[in-house]
């Protein structure tokens, strides 16, 4: 693979480009390359033209003067596969495939073929749009592009052709380094090209446009490697599906499809997620552009009370703050403006100043020695035709000078995505300031910029490894253990449980010496998921008395159901809990095992409160998901109730991945819910537990245990 990828780096920067086939794809890729500046030479085959664009072409690939460093392949499929295999032997380093019709429409055939072919010879695509090389000026393009050559700038790396078209046409000023449209991936996946890009000092950040991955260990080394050099990577992920075509009987696998263990990738490999187009050009702006933000916060400047509103209440939804402004501030703004003008954070500074460059400065220079670690802009201007522009100029011109006075970290925003016209943006890109079009897609990028370099300095262990079963599992082949089981297989990894022992109906003695009412009784029995709909679970009895005649209740009701043989779990009531919570494992091909946390009881099923975690997980991953939940305030001390034990939560979380990882290979799916947490330093503690699972637990299972080993 080396090989390969050097030389992907050699057909990116080419001294000389073959395009091959089709006259259109021809012209358009000649007049790219005029159009761009390409330095090198430029060749064309095809059979039945002179010339197309002034370039000679060649009745085949063996009448050409030289080995090209490149070649744009534009036939049919089939026909294409013998092309390749002739540009491999001749020694060139790379070519675009743009056909389509290989894995894509279910042609493996021709897909292996395609591998064969190619050899050590990079090849982009098939079913592509191909590359562009901004920084060098190399278009491999069969179309029309939008953006200009460019020093440095990011690298969109794309499994769309009409995406990646899109993005080089966008208005947003966007510097772009590469565009490399990718397609099938078949000899090359996104893992090379980021690896590729990332050995190139000039590309500020990476765009991922991503449907799937069909390598995810091989993406995690490409994307940690990205993370160890300081290159951003921005993803936008579509092609979004819950797995859901499984059957389960546990919470958790409807808790966390596909998508889900994709945003815990990202998260892991803090890899920013984009959920729009327009968000993620706009983050990748930001990151090219001003590189990093400090913190959260804000101090915002506006020129009317509607926008202050505005930005204010997105600031505090995506959880930044606009610090007060101090008694000094006060009193100099208060003398620079009228009576009109409320001096706060944000700053409406209103007309009486706009235009006077002078004032405009002082005012900004004023607000900007406030305790803020970024100053925002709001500023639109949507009619160039009709209005006299120099006033705006005037506010851009002041906001820089004062920006550098006070060597501030700024933005622009405009709350309208079309209110930032190109020279007010070429201006400000110039001056190290970012301007970012429409105040939600603003936010956005702020958001996820500032959350980069959160988890960047937080500096978290990241784990190359997935928990991938050796083979997939049978579902026909599973069992499930019932809740005695469970929980004796988790309490011996360290899962805290009540106290409690098996009895049947016909016992004597239901209840030890040593346990301490009030009792819960529950059915037991493999066939009993959700207990407590079949009315397998009694609670809140005081006497032993009490749970007899409970329990033969119960095996009136339910012997039918479950037959004579049905045994009964008498336990210790756990009261005083301050929350409940849901800890699962999920299984996924793909992914392997994730460990997911969510609030647990019945809001498990009314809030959809969850976050997975792909194992192994370091113990700094799951108190990060455990501080995510919604539900996080109940633990925090919800309206002066006692603080939850959250060092007993991180330890039960730990003890559930320790067993997921011990039964990696037969383990299907967990469900602890609920798990009890108790106030600070009284623990926390599971009272049901669902495994299922491949293999029976080969040791003997007692009918109770010491209460010292439990709680």
Known sequence: MEVKLENLKRMLKPRHIVFIGNKNIVRYGVQNCEKMGFQGRIYAVNKTEVEIEGVRCYKSINELPLVPDAAFIAIRGDRAIDVIRELRTMGVF????????????????????????????????PNCYGIINFLDQVPLWPDRYGSQPTDKGVAIISQ???????????????????????????????????????????????GLHI??????????????????????VVAFKTGVSEIGSQLTMSHTSSLAGSDDLYKALFKRLNICRVDSLSGFLETLKLFSVAGSLKGRKLGVLTVSGGESAITADVAAENEFS??????????????????????????????????????????????????????????????????????????????IHACKQNQMRALVISVLPEGLPAQFRKKLISNGITPLQGMTDAFIAITAVTEYNERKKRNFPISTNLLVPKD???KNRSIVLDEW???????????????GKIVSYKDNHLINKDMNGPFVIKGISTKLIHKTDVGAVKLNLQTEEEVRLA????????????GEGMQFLVEEMMPGAVAELNLGIKRDDQFGLALVISMGGELVNLVNDSVPILLPASREEILEALY???????????????KGDIEAVVKAAESVAKYAEANRNNIFEMDINPLLVFPEGQGAVAVDAFIRTVINPVKTIDSSIRKENLI
């Open 472 to 474: 997939q599992l049978q």
């Open 628 to 642: 995510s939940l919604k539900g996080i305030k109940l633990l925090k001390g919800f309206r002066g109730r006692p």
């Open 322 to 399: 606009l610090p007060s402004l101090n008694a000094e501030q006060r009193e100099q703004l208060e003398s620079q403006l009228t009576t009109f003008e409320h001096v706060s954070n944000p700053l409406d500074y209103n007309m009486s100043i706009w235009g006077d460059e002078e004032k405009l400065i002082k005012c900004f220079t004023t607000f900007m020695r406030g305790q803020f670690h970024t100053t925002l802009l709001i500023l639109d201007f949507l009619d160039m035709d009709k209005e006299d522009i120099q006033p705006w100029l005037i506010a851009i011109n002041s906001f």
């Open 551 to 562: 329990l033969l209740q119960m095996h009136r009701d339910l012997a039918g159901q479950i």
């Open 211 to 232: 449907e799937g991955l069909a390598d995810l260990e091989k993406f995690i080394l490409a994307a940690k490697t990205a993370l160890e050099r300081g290159v951003p």
């Open 160 to 206: 769309s052709g009409n995406l990646s078209f899109n993005m080089t046409m966008n208005d947003r000023s966007l510097p772009l380094a590469y565009t490399l449209s990718i397609g099938n991936q078949t000899v090359l996946d996104i893992a090379d090209y980021m690896m590729v890009m990332c050995d190139d000092p000039r590309v500020t950040a990476i």
């Open 485 to 499: 089981q469970g929980k004796q297989e988790l309490h011996s990894f360290g899962l805290k449980i009540p106290f």
């Open 94 to 125: 790379g070519c675009v495939c743009y056909a389509a019709g290989f894995s894509e429409i279910g042609n493996n055939q021709l897909h292996k073929d395609l591998i064969e072919a190619s050899g050590d010879m990079a090849l982009v695509g």
